[in-house]
Nanobody, 119 residues
């Protein structure tokens, strides 16, 4: 099994920055794509950013130019650098990873970390 442990959430003023980290542990062989999702009150969970082992990235339109996703493959860790934070960025942020073994894909999720942006 894979365990994902997020850290770095907290309270920050609008315009500020925050850096989230997510470390994968356990049976990590076969992990490929990793990413971040978020869920705000009253809304469904949405993709924020994702990254492949080779470094290809995708971002939600709402965070392009402000957020940067990166990863350390050797440490099986993914990061989300969040700059110019806005009130609407307030949400629980979830780390996500996919593992492929013998052609079978399985998703894994962290427990989430709260990010609150204040004015």
């Amino acid at each position: 099994q894979v365990q994902l442990m997020e850290s770095g959430g907290g309270l920050v003023q609008a315009g500020g920055s925050l850096r989230l980290s997510c470390a994968a542990s356990g049976s990590i062989f076969g992990i490929y794509d990793m990413g971040w999702y978020r869920q705000a009150p009253g809304k469904q969970r949405e993709l924020v950013a994702r990254i492949t082992p080779g470094g290809s990235r995708n971002y939600a339109d709402s965070v392009k130019g402000r957020f940067t996703i990166s990863r350390d493959n050797a440490e099986n860790t993914v990061y989300l650098q969040m700059n110019s934070l806005k009130l609407e960025d307030t949400a629980v942020y979830y780390c996500n990873a996919y593992k492929r073994i013998a052609g079978i894909d399985a998703p894994y999720w962290g427990q989430g970390t709260q990010v609150t942006v204040s004015s």
